[in-house]
């Protein structure tokens, strides 16, 4: 080889996730095993607003180094605990959005074939859809925490396509991804264009708790009516960062004030303890509109979060 | 006509707030029919340590696009319920401060005639001064919520000369633009030169609340005495981006470590519902210090609030 | 109307180029009576490293606002001389890339049919090729000065996809949009991923003048060939912005060190003097990646540059 | 003298912090009659990833001349009541840390010395210890606070050697220069390598106090304790700023998310009140990953917190 | 003292340009002895577009530190040869125009009477005016080289004021401060509102070398003819940044694409070699629009080329 | 393995430079059959001035994955021509000079020894010295360009330490590594503290090149004097960046204005084709302080330009 083909560079060519070893892509069983698996998705073709996203895995990459094994409130030994292995960035095609919901979905499934919790970075949200078709597939229909200042669940008159970044939860719910009234929606705020748009997941059943809720009710009581809501249900967590107020995370393309902030977004991850996690994304950061990857440095703890959660089941 | 002339420029070659429709400025009269209308004021003439406030309205006109109708904590369609619409920017001779004051004064009371109520978005806080004088000229003497980290009632003898964005308050209070009594500060909590500084507005009965009291009085209390002492009396909103924190807007001029949060500022707007809200100022958002818009998306948050307000009594 | 809907917020809700008045875009015949229209395209769906360009006419029109009529070198009053209107911009479905190419065509023919010259602003060179389809269909087969890094004459085995920002000139060579050997393309540097990628434009009779060999020859020289060989022809120009070095140019996605200085952009563009000017291109402008303006500033430059040869031409 | 030395630049060549007068260090006894000596020591060669917190004294001193005399809180006119002077930058040799150790102590000693309280500005953390050997040298065994997002107790193996800037509380531990059970470690938060890393300052009694816990309890129950406890010793605080949230402290060089707000580190601070303060510092503070100077302006605030404490008992 | 008052603190708290040494401005004569004085002016009150040269003076200051004294060029040991002195800045009540220009003409006055010669720096353009007023008091009629993108001659129509930044040199003509045909302007290339702007300083005989001009010429060219025509005649400088292209210079208000290269800018001065230099300002940097310091760092450059003028003749 | 230890993930967990294949250094051989071997060296603990370049590998290694094989101006497939390998970054104790040196010359060694040339990417410029041995002890006393802003042969008098990064050249004399004569400086323009600074070098017939001596004798000019002067000889190219004037390479810690042009910086190495290189390095890229990649797009090139020679002569 001369230079290492595009594929190869995505999978191969990245610096490792929290300085994890990387799969052996050439194995036939790459991630035969893994306890859990990051992937990341260099994907922002639906984004609506400030495009970028798709430079997220190798940001949040570089800054996760940071990031040591011992979890001070859970007292776990995350990576001696769980063996985590990254396998690479998912190697997509950029201009073909069907292409791209089908490649992800594919090595999502991989993933979780070999017994593995996948863990994504997007890219945008438009790359939670095929990752909660795969985990649906697996699991059967989902408990889902989504974190987000969005509903995400737009109809297809709003941009003229029925799949980019405000859609994945439409989807998920029309195509039964979802068990009804196990969407659980933490941290809205956005204003809407037309009233009725808050309707369209409350229809399946959705809680949905925005931030002014949420101050009144406080992160450990919304806890424990997820806790007790989802129960033994497998459990997807889609966490869009601009959920976060943009003072903490200021590198994401579509941002709302008022927010969670980082203690409460960790927290919350936290308060997941006991659920049985079956899969995760972070997604929507834009390292070009950080500033000292502070954006990106949280996108790691969150995931650190979601390992830890997944260790403490190891 | 080959390039536009400076004022037409201003007024109608702006995008418009929350992309609202201009109002027709070659009319005689511009603002009939309207509920509320949006002037921005580019002037940073009286700024004492950092300036750029002047590119404020540009700023915070481009990223309230972001901003839809229907607010979800009030469940009020703010743009469907209220008429507002954007006046452009008032034309200003930059270097002359008496004229400044007398243009924005002449502006404001032209919304008022048409019995519209005005939003203007500043600008440094210099131009709070003709607002208040043209709001109290129509309405008599006003309840004022002025939300800021700094007291503004700064005398001659500070940097030689009585008027500048430190000094609006004390105008106000000496002019009895305000009632006796029903100045509502905010936020306050910057250091002062004088032990006494802090008893000029106190002795015009001013309501001071330091960041140090709110936080062991909690918004919510705080908004409850506001609303019975303001009870029907007219009340303006003179609102100084700096009273929040510099982490949530670190576009500003003087910024000060420990304000408020944008949850907080967004709650206490909120919470001035069912007051008679009669004008609203913006302030001290200064982009060429922000990041990522972020101070900018605020502001525009603010105004909305302020809208929904006035929304809910339209 | 409450908030302007998309497609009228994009024409009429945005700052005028160069303090421009508005074309009236409700009248039938919104161009009648225009030598120049300019329309921003804010499209980066073609982008392969750092999207971001769909926000460069936002602030390419922001910062124009400070070139005034008269122009120095040319002793020409551009605005005066030549009746130049503000089209806004195009209103773009973000996620249908064959509707996108059709829309701008269209918009562009409208201009064209006017009797008007445009100058469009990018979005990324994708946008050039619906450009060129609709200027050929007028005029035939043109001359093409294209002013890149980059041969972008990619085929589609590249990227997965035939059209994207590194395709339009090759699509404009099989279309036959261009004239047999009037390509001029100017300011290549970028490496190559194999050696025959070169031999493409070739194969078409392109005049492809690398920087090492502009550096030899000088512009004048090279302006001198340019005029001579495209004589009568009608000429478009398609400019991307990273011809330009990164230090003049840093707002772009895909930076090459070693490229034009801003002083060589201009006169080189002040040397078409004479030319044909039919229509004309700025692209690759990201802001997001801009410090303090300055590639916006140039782009801005470069758009005053086209205007005046058309001017001169008035 | 044609330019200053280097030596001579540092001591009076620099912007005073808080616009105080500067000692006279020609003078045999500069310090006497100061009640506290601010003394910026421009050392980074301990830091293990971002280095460049050798520029914060000069950011913080530029920053701080907005801060005035009069302390809303404690009302109490704090460089009135207290005779602060400015010591200048201390003259480090930037490559032989051994030397540079040596070089702070005997500077701080001189301050102590006087009578006067030192109050140090880093720098890397690095320079709390010597700053602890000659405050423990002149009052015996210490209570320190340590706040902090990293225990900073780590041995020699982790980076291959004895002292860096995650190692000044092992050092001050196993000195004794710490009273035992009287190190106050507040703001950790930092995952760890080993479990067994946490146990280090815990063998001495230190009093650990995680942002998790912290959150449980508050800040007032949290002084409370601290305040019992402490009760009479001479007290020794040592902030590193990445303790706050990179929100409100993005410019620094290991950040952790999840830390303080900026409120409750000031609020920590004033609730030290009463306590005998022996001296501080406020280190890593790394200007050039900082925006819009709210890190620096932070750092200022939290100095004059400590400078208010020494006031009150002035 | 507690705190320094402001005009002291302006004074003597500032870091000394270039390390050098304070001027004792408690002294009756505080530049006897002085071969040059440098003096700060932290006014920005005549900008028209982008605020914030008031800083320059800080920013310089501080980068100066990293300039030596032995010039490799001219081989000469500017701080050794020359007495240089910092006086300082001046302190200025920012919002009274009049009076600012009375108070820096004083200033220079002083500088003057001293016999040493004055090297400014802005603060925005509009501090040449006084300079220019007390340089002609004590030379006589001065030949003046104007290095600017601007002709800075407008008259009041534009802007309905006659002083601010882009008026000083129109006063200087009007005024007789500069003799007739002994105005070089370079760096023109700024587009104008009306062609006859062009003409006012043409009426005064004034030499105006543009970009398109000055490339045809070469430095070296147009520095033999000023030479030539200044020949024994008093020369002021004043260097607005923005003559430098905004790659090298971004960090000032009104940028215009097509400047001077760095090093054309230091050739130029240094080949003003053998002229008597008898005052010197640099002005328009904006140090809140620069990156990394580089406007700054050339600034210092620019001023140590003028004082490596002075010092050989010294 | 759990998270990978420092040293392997140094080694193994970087993003290629140049999406090169990663040499496998667990073999006991891991450089056999490479031309061309990359090294990292996250070394900045030499640094004066701005600390930084320790993160220089991890930016330029990201960019480069943007150049492809096939050089445009020499027309040869780079990578394909030459087998070019990387070795990761050297694993270095961060705080131990000397160490770090022994470290540093015993990697090196180890390329030369497997016959492939040495690519290093620093760090400071202190990394130089230590390959500079190590290749001299392969080939003897050497050819060195040194293409700076400054001289580097700094006594041990000015930091007090005969070692940091203004001192390798000093050492690369004294220890004979240089041939006498044949030590060529190019790109000299910073002042001196001392006018016998210059003196050092040029006693060991060093040949030095200033700036202001470039422009008159031209690039090529130079260039023919090198190639006649070195021959046959073995040469190695230290390139500081900060050679490169600030508006091109801005990411640096001791900028000088006034420096090369992208340009001159490409033209230069490309005009030392025919000579035998022995070794490079480029060093002083400080990312913190880069805009947009600028600067580490810049060095990419430049290594590029320096494989490009390499492969001319495999």
């Known amino acids: 080889v001369s230079q290492l083909p595009a594929g190869e560079y995505l999978r191969h060519g990245q610096t490792p996730f929290f300085r994890l070893p990387q799969a ?11 306890g859990a698996v990051l992937l990341g998705i260099p994907y922002d073709g639906g984004t609506t607003h400030q495009p970028g996203a ?12 940071l990031v040591h094994s011992y979890h001070p409130v859970h007292q776990v030994d995350v990576f001696r605990k769980l063996t985590a292995v990254d396998g690479g960035n998912v190697s997509l095609p950029p201009f073909d959005a069907t292409l791209v919901r089908t490649v992800i979905q594919r090595e999502v499934a991989q993933v979780l074939e070999a017994g593995a919790t996948p863990f994504v970075v997007g890219g945008d949200q438009t790359v939670a859809l095929p990752c909660l078709r795969a985990v649906a597939a697996r699991h059967g229909p989902l408990a889902v925490v989504h974190v987000d200042a969005h509903f995400d669940t737009s109809g297809p008159e709003v941009w003229g396509d029925a799949y980019h970044h405000g859609t994945p939860l439409r989807h998920a ?15 809205l705020r956005a204003s809407w264009g037309q009233p009725e748009e808050g309707a369209f997941a409350a229809g399946y059943g959705s809680r949905q708790v925005g931030m002014e809720a949420l101050e009144r009710r406080s992160v450990p009581e919304l806890l424990a009516a997820i806790r007790l809501g989802v129960g ?39 308060g997941l303890k006991g659920l049985r996690l ?33 260790a403490l089941c190891a």
Chains 1, 2, 3, 4, 5, 6 share one sequence.
């Open 54 to 65: 798709r430079h997220a895995p190798a940001a949040i990459r570089r800054v996760s180094g």
């Open 24 to 34: 052996d892509l050439h194995s036939p069983s790459p991630y035969a095993g893994a």
């Open 173 to 187: 719910l029309t195509e039964d991804l979802i068990e009804r009234g196990q969407l659980w929606q933490v941290g």
């Open 232 to 270: 033994e249900r497998p459990l997807y967590v889609t966490f869009d960062i601009d959920a976060v107020d943009p003072a903490f995370a200021p590198g994401t393309g579509t941002p709302v004030p008022g927010g969670l902030t980082s203690r409460e977004a960790l927290q919350f991850l936290r």
């Open 278 to 310: 079956v899969g995760m994304d972070v997604v929507e950061v834009c390292p070009v509109l950080d500033h000292a990857d502070i954006t990106s440095h949280l996108a790691a703890a969150l995931l650190y979060e979601g390992l830890a959660l997944r």
